[in-house]
């Protein structure tokens, strides 16, 4: 794929010049529109040889090597084109079609070699999605068991939160697990997933698409659903998922209410039935692996009218609100203003020495923990300094707070916003492109849109506290020379 400028910093184009590259074959370019295209100019401007895909290449053998380019950047596509992650069904059966025996159980239908793919499976998946019956049923982890890298976000869904009290999930030692609801659903069952640190979100109407629509928001690419046949059912019926891989396994259970791994939809012709696309067939040990998407990949090039056309069209409409901008995930338009973007910052310490932390967002988790008298709180300091990513980070200081909130130092509330406000202003200091694209927002609002964060984003409609957005603009002004004194304070008044 065409590299992304997600940093603003021109990395990608710059390592490959620098490098002595002579050619570059792209195999599809940029789906996300404000980077599209922009590395392939780079590019040949420096003078370097670009042939793309399907552009400048063409043969059968050339649109097999940009399929296989399309299918393996399928979530980032997805995200491009629609509202939802990219989304795959997994289940593992027997040939009769059973996911379980009569009983319920089902430990274990497909083989060894089988679920260690699963495992990797999960570690490409941004979270693993299950339903009330699976965890009522089954008490899974959903952990992805392959020796450590990327652990999943679990997710749970549930009309009634009619959920066991005690469960493998709760268990927010090694990741996090997220339980959305109905609206109103047991709310003192709520409070004890609370206490336990599991989040909760509420839905008016708890649907699949209503769902996937809200983790799209929060910036997830891929959701692997893991679930029972019901809820499988209500997922393929909403239209979110996109692809499904089955383990069938040579193997007969029997059972008149042995369970499938899809339950009704509403289907009596066999002329009804889905066909899957892009069909492929893997022997995994005594196992036969069926994969294929259910709906084509959505077009790498949507057809998308600027600002301009769209007003020609109906001077009513405008997509977007020129004096509102928002920001949250790194590879958005204005990415680089998040506390997650991988910036590098130099602070000084408690000593008068200056560290280096990966990220404003590595910075800010371990001062919760700064200058706390235990052992404990100091190796959380070091593994947060550590952490290889600002979202590993953020897993490890949100977590050890949740869990041992008396290691949080007595300041903290009062300072987190000064703490904050000092490691932004270090990284738009020290980032020449950054400040320029910082400044180049001057007369606009900006709005973290964090659909969760309530406190330093805006929230899912805008009942969020915003004070992220409030600190790069009161930054903004200083750099403007607005601020009347760069030592004062920060104000949070917008």
Not at 65 to 77: D, F, G, K, M, Y
Not at 309 to 322: A, G, I, K, M, Q
């Amino acid at each position: 794929m065409e590299p992304g400028d997600c940093h603003g910093d021109h990395s990608a184009v710059s390592a490959l010049f620098q490098g002595g590259v002579k050619r570059v074959v792209i195999g599809m370019r940029h789906p996300l529109q404000h980077l599209r295209g922009n590395a392939v100019r780079a590019l040949r401007n420096q003078g370097l040889h670009v042939d793309i895909l399907g552009e400048d290449l063409t043969s059968n053998l050339i649109e097999d090597a940009q399929r296989e380019c399309l299918l393996v950047n399928a979530p980032l596509i997805c995200r491009a084109a629609s509202r939802v992650p990219f989304s795959v069904l997994k289940y593992a059966m027997t040939l009769d079609g059973k996911i379980a025996a009569s009983s319920g159980h089902a430990s274990w239908i497909s083989c060894k070699q089988s679920r260690n793919l699963v495992f990797e499976l999960r570690g490409r998946s941004d979270a693993v999605i299950v339903g009330g019956n699976t965890v009522r049923r089954d008490n899974p982890r959903l952990t992805a068991r392959h020796g450590g890298g990327h652990m999943p976000m679990r997710i749970v869904m549930t009309q009634t939160l009619d959920l066991p009290e005690e469960a493998n999930l709760w268990d927010m030692a090694e990741v996090s697990t997220i339980v959305v609801t109905q609206r109103g659903a047991r709310r003192s069952f709520q409070k004890l997933l609370a206490s336990k640190g599991v989040e909760v979100v509420e839905f008016d109407i708890l649907t699949p698409r209503e769902v996937m629509e809200y983790f799209h928001d929060r910036g997830y690419l891929s959701i692997l659903w893991e679930c029972g046949g019901t809820l499988a059912a209500s997922a393929i019926s909403s239209g979110v998922i996109h692809k499904v891989y089955a383990f069938v396994a040579p193997k007969i259970i029997g059972g008149k209410n042995a369970p499938s791994p899809v339950g009704d939809l509403g289907m009596v012709e066999m002329t009804q039935a889905l066909n899957l696309i892009d069909v492929c067939y893997e022997q995994v040990g005594p196992d036969m692996l069926i994969s294929g998407f259910l709906q084509p990949l959505p077009d790498m090039i949507p057809v998308i009218p600027s600002r301009d056309e769209t007003f020609v069209v109906d001077p009513t409409v405008s997509p977007y609100e020129s004096r509102i901008i928002f920001f949250y995930k790194t590879w958005d338009l204005y990415g680089a203003l998040s506390n997650f973007s991988p910036h590098p910052i130099q602070m000084g310490d408690e000593n008068g020495d200056y560290v280096t932390w990966l990220s404003v967002e590595h910075y800010y988790q371990a001062h919760k923990f700064v200058g706390v008298d235990d052992p404990m709180a100091q190796d959380c300091v070091e593994r947060i300094k550590s952490a290889k990513s600002p979202e590993e980070a953020a897993r490890i200081g949100r977590s050890m707070q949740k869990q041992k909130p008396n290691l949080i130092r007595s300041d903290w509330e009062n300072i987190k916003i000064d703490v904050m406000y000092k490691a932004l202003k270090c990284k738009f200091s020290i980032y020449p492109h950054l400040k320029t694209m910082l400044l180049s927002t001057a007369g606009s609002v900006l709005v973290e849109a964090s659909p969760h964060d309530l406190f330093w984003g805006g929230g899912r409609e805008g009942e969020g506290l915003n004070y992220l957005g409030r600190l790069l603009m009161k930054l903004r002004s200083e750099f403007l020379g607005e601020s009347s004194s760069s030592s004062e304070a920060p104000s949070l008044t917008v």
